[in-house]
């Protein structure tokens, strides 16, 4: 994905995308996205590990499912000028993936088959104070780190730091699938 963002938290973009914690490797798994949310430790430990704001939380969580993608980072208050840069993966949570949009079918609020992106925005958008409750669905968390990009043609790095293809790469996961395969 390509996402607007900005450097420093505003009105319009404030959404982190964090860099891993200090203590990540030491505390397995890490605190979940709701206790990131709401424990004041959890947020301790996040303070000033922002690498950048988004405007949309579901922006930051299919961010977060594909693991990396292009940050365009936006001067100011989000106008003026731009720069385009990698968020790369730089750990996660340690916690379980949960699909969002099988949370929406469990609860009722979508049919099996219309669980798609502009389904999951569209009903965010018709319920936005239960956004906090779908997103808390998945208590996954990937980290990130910048990258340089400096040619805008290449893809985010894949797991294998190879840059990724639109429409041909895809995400494993290494303990079902082996790289490369």
């Not at 798994?29 to 690498?51: S, V």
């Not at 936006?74 to 699909?99: H, I, K």
């Given at each position: 994905?390509?996402?607007?963002?900005?450097?420093?938290?505003?009105?319009?973009?404030?959404?982190?995308?964090?860099?891993?914690?200090?203590?990540?490797?030491?505390?397995?798994?890490?605190?979940?996205?709701?206790?990131?949310?709401?424990?004041?430790?959890?947020?301790?430990?996040?303070?000033?590990?922002?690498?950048?704001?988004?405007?949309?939380?579901?922006?930051?969580l299919v961010l977060q499912i594909q693991g990396s993608g292009r940050l365009v980072l936006r001067?100011?208050?989000?106008?003026?000028?731009?720069?385009?840069?990698?968020?790369?993966?730089?750990g996660s949570n340690e916690q379980p993936y949960q699909s969002v949009g099988r949370w929406l079918i469990a609860q009722g609020e979508l049919k099996p088959g219309e669980a798609s992106w502009p389904a999951i925005r569209a009903w965010a958008e018709r319920n936005p104070k239960r956004v906090n409750e779908l997103l808390w669905s998945n208590p996954r968390v990937v980290f990130f780190r910048e990258e340089a990009l400096p040619d805008p043609a290449q893809g985010p790095r894949g797991a294998q730091g190879v840059p990724l293809t639109p429409g041909r790469s895809i995400a494993v996961d290494p303990h079902s699938i082996p790289y490369g395969t």
């Amino acid at each position: 994905p390509q996402i607007d963002a900005a450097r420093q938290r505003s009105a319009q973009f404030k959404v982190p995308l964090h860099g891993p914690p200090p203590d990540l490797a030491s505390r397995r798994p890490w605190w979940t996205r709701q206790q990131i949310d709401t424990l004041p430790a959890a947020q301790a430990a996040l303070r000033g590990r922002e690498i950048a704001w988004v405007a949309d939380p579901l922006d930051a969580l299919v961010l977060q499912i594909q693991g990396s993608g292009r940050l365009v980072l936006r001067a100011g208050n989000g106008g003026g000028t731009t720069r385009l840069v990698r968020a790369a993966y730089a750990g996660s949570n340690e916690q379980p993936y949960q699909s969002v949009g099988r949370w929406l079918i469990a609860q009722g609020e979508l049919k099996p088959g219309e669980a798609s992106w502009p389904a999951i925005r569209a009903w965010a958008e018709r319920n936005p104070k239960r956004v906090n409750e779908l997103l808390w669905s998945n208590p996954r968390v990937v980290f990130f780190r910048e990258e340089a990009l400096p040619d805008p043609a290449q893809g985010p790095r894949g797991a294998q730091g190879v840059p990724l293809t639109p429409g041909r790469s895809i995400a494993v996961d290494p303990h079902s699938i082996p790289y490369g395969t």
